[in-house]
């Protein structure tokens, strides 16, 4: 809710969301956009920047909506803002059922991920996975360690074959 990205990934308006649902100002379903770009992906944005995110995201009314989002949808995704700068994503990994760490390629440092680890084990964050990205193609040309699950989902194109979009 501090500075919200989504609004960008996935082109999607972010006058209503989150903070509204929180504030009381509209409900979940007022404020949810229905089928963005696949019928079965509901996005609630963060809505307008409310003034202090961290209470709202420790406050009951967020527990609630959480309790009410399990019950509405088989998974439930939540992107936070980084863990190692702001309290509230250390707050939602309290009351989720597992986390994936995302670290950007050539902006996390060694100290940061031993910070990234003591902030972890201290909380008890349920951490299930850790993503690279923004990885830089050109050091790893070959496929190997970090960039090789992205070779080999396109490992096609190497062989003549149309290169997927991702690429």
């Given amino acids: 809710m ?24 509209l ?3 007022e404020s949810s956009l229905h089928g963005v770009h696949v019928p079965t992906l509901d996005v609630l944005p963060a809505g307008p920047r409310p003034p202090m995110p961290s209470e709202m995201l420790g406050s009951a009314v967020f527990d609630s909506l959480l309790e009410q989002l399990r019950s509405l949808y088989d998974i439930v995704l939540i992107d936070s803002p980084p863990a190692l700068l702001l309290t509230d994503a250390v707050s939602i990994a309290s009351k989720t059922d597992a986390v994936i760490w995302v670290s950007r ?4 440092t060694r100290p940061y991920l ?20 923004r990885m830089d193609k050109s050091v790893d040309p070959y496929g190997y360690g970090y960039g090789y699950g992205y070779k080999y989902k396109n490992y096609g194109s190497y062989y003549g074959e149309k290169k997927s979009h991702d690429e």
Wanted: hydrophobic share 45%; proline share 4%; aromatic share 2%.
């Fill in 105 to 108: 390629a050539g902006v996390i």
């Fill in 27 to 29: 409900t979940l379903d």
């Fill in 114 to 133: 031993a910070r990234a680890t003591q902030l972890i084990e201290r909380n008890g964050m349920p951490v299930i996975g850790f993503v690279m990205n």
């Fill in 2 to 25: 501090r500075r919200p990205s989504m609004k960008h990934v996935l082109d999607v308006s972010n006058e209503a969301g989150l903070s509204n649902v929180l504030a009381g100002s």
